[in-house]
């Protein structure tokens, strides 16, 4: 009798360990996932300050008030038409 109690004792300690284990990395994805998404909002605020015409890409006239893109779009022009869309802008953020 004393053996069964001691197995269902260890037995529930270690399924409750693995759930404040499951809690915890539940709660870490949540927290990760709000800082992506703050990140992302971020990026797109910053981009939607230097893109001041509003059409979607950042010209490297546009550029030239940017402190962040202050050494010119060139570098993050990935596919070189001469401006920035939002996920260039994005790639190069991340870069830095």
Same mark, same amino acid.
């Given at each position: 009798?004393?053996?069964?109690?001691?197995?269902?004792?260890?037995?529930?300690?270690?399924?409750?360990?693995?759930?404040?284990? /499951?809690?915890?990395?539940?709660?870490?994805?949540?927290? @990760? *996932?709000?800082?992506?998404? #703050?990140?992302?909002? $971020?990026?797109? +605020?910053?981009?939607?300050?230097?893109?001041?015409?509003?059409?979607?890409?950042?010209?490297?006239?546009?550029?030239? /008030?940017?402190?962040?893109?202050?050494?010119?779009?060139? @570098? *993050?022009?990935?596919?070189? #038409?001469?401006?920035? $869309?939002?996920? +260039?802008?994005?790639?190069?953020?991340?870069?830095?």
């Amino acid at each position: 009798m004393k053996n069964k109690i001691l197995i269902t004792s260890v037995a529930a300690l270690f399924v409750g360990g693995l759930s404040t284990a /499951s809690l915890a990395a539940e709660e870490y994805m949540r927290d @990760s *996932a709000a800082d992506i998404s #703050d990140v992302a909002a $971020d990026t797109t +605020e910053t981009f939607a300050t230097i893109d001041v015409n509003s059409d979607g890409m950042i010209t490297a006239e546009e550029a030239q /008030s940017s402190t962040t893109l202050s050494g010119g779009i060139s @570098s *993050a022009d990935a596919n070189q #038409d001469g401006s920035l $869309d939002v996920s +260039e802008f994005s790639a190069f953020e991340a870069a830095q």
